[in-house]
């Protein structure tokens, strides 16, 4: 399986946009890349994922650099709701599963 | 907006005791899926279930482990002797389109376990 690579940890402040970056240079050219964020003492949530290029949603953007060997996922105006590990994961076609590595912790500061 | 539901919330059971985790999924979802989470460390994948019958499982999903859809609504994970490895929050997932390749994966909020 294609490895990513995130910062152990961030810091923001709070009403700034964030921009959390995640390489995955053995990329295949059919692997989605999606993020999932762990908010405290709660399960898994979706964010938001793609394939090349770039998507919005209500919660972010997913930015997608052109040779797809990294992504930057972006909060435009982080609350202190948005504190929380975040994931970014690649899937294969054919994947059964996600498999989750250890996250880039945010914090956001008031 | 639909939600995966998880009962209980914590449960807390003596060493080789039986236990049943029990999931509601997303009524539309047909695709089920149990991870895990000993405290401090990563979500790891357990096993994914469609159409009664599992698809995939990881090595930590041993004989000890079953899951079951014993309704329509319902999908359980019984550990049938805990061990205090065991220990873990335990969360149920759905997807409506199956592999989690290009669909969402919707988490519930767990169940916290604790095996004394």
């Known amino acids: 399986d294609a490895k990513t690579t995130q910062p152990n940890s961030m810091e923001s402040n709070e009403e700034e946009p964030v921009h959390l970056p995640c390489n995955h240079s053995t990329i295949s050219g059919t692997d989605y890349i999606h993020w999932y964020r762990q908010l405290p003492s709660q399960g898994p949530e979706y964010v938001i994922h793609?394939?090349?290029s770039n998507v919005n949603n209500r919660m972010a953007s997913l930015a997608i650099a052109e040779d797809r060997k990294s992504s930057t996922l972006i909060l435009h105006r982080a609350t202190l709701r948005d504190a929380a590990v975040y994931y970014c994961i690649l899937s294969f076609q054919g994947a059964q599963k996600l498999v989750f590595g250890q996250g880039t912790r945010l914090t956001i500061n008031p | 907006e639909p939600e995966v539901t998880q009962t209980p919330s914590h449960q807390v059971t003596q060493m080789g005791q039986e236990v049943i985790l029990r999931c509601v999924p997303i009524s539309n979802h047909l695709y089920f899926y149990w991870y895990r989470q000993i405290l401090g460390q990563k979500v790891e994948f357990l096993v994914s279930?469609?159409?009664?019958?599992?698809?995939?499982k990881s090595e930590i999903f041993d004989d000890q482990f079953s899951v079951e859809r014993p309704d329509g609504s319902n999908f359980t994970l019984k550990i049938r002797s805990t061990k205090l490895e065991d220990s873990a929050m335990y969360f149920c997932?759905?997807?409506?389109?199956?592999?989690?390749?290009?669909?969402?994966?919707?988490f519930g909020n767990g169940t916290r376990l604790t095996v004394t």
């Open positions: 279930f469609y159409n009664n019958e599992i698809s995939e």
């Open positions: 997932a759905s997807n409506e389109q199956g592999i989690p390749y290009n669909s969402p994966l919707h």
């Open positions: 793609g394939l090349t």
